[in-house]
């Protein structure tokens, strides 16, 4: 059974940083495509950040751009993204995801993602 489970999520204030991990099992990604959305309260799951199987294709969502990192450590199946200088806005839930096909480059598509984690709930306060 394939699982992907998110962790690092919390509650934090404006200014600071958390580091979310997705620990995916059940069947190897390291030639896949991964993805961080996040959905806020009443609102659609929204692109935060993809990574290509190497780590050398990355791609971010504007509202991120120079405050997040994305990161994979394909040898312990584990996705990354380092969160800095968080603001209210990106309170959400954080969801990871993995791409069922192999080497696609980058995708902001939602229903690129086959698999997907239960979430973590990341909150910033001002």
């Known amino acids: 059974q394939v699982q992907l489970v998110e962790s690092g999520g919390g509650l934090v204030q404006a200014g600071d940083s958390l580091r979310l991990s997705c620990v995916a099992s059940g069947r190897t990604f390291s030639n896949s495509l991964m993805g961080w959305f996040r959905q806020a309260p009443g609102k659609e799951r929204d692109f935060v950040a993809s990574i290509n199987w190497s780590g050398t294709n990355t791609k971010y969502a504007d509202s991120v751009k120079g405050r997040f990192t994305i990161s994979r450590d394909n040898a312990k199946n584990t996705m990354y993204l380092q969160m800095n200088s968080l603001e209210p806005d990106d309170t959400a839930i954080y969801y990871c995801?993995?791409?069922?096909?192999?080497?696609?480059?980058?995708?902001?598509?939602?229903?690129?993602?086959?698999?997907w984690g239960q979430g973590t709930q990341v909150t910033v306060s001002p």
């Open positions: 995801a993995a791409d069922s096909l192999s080497f696609r480059l980058s995708s902001s598509s939602r229903f690129t993602y086959a698999y």
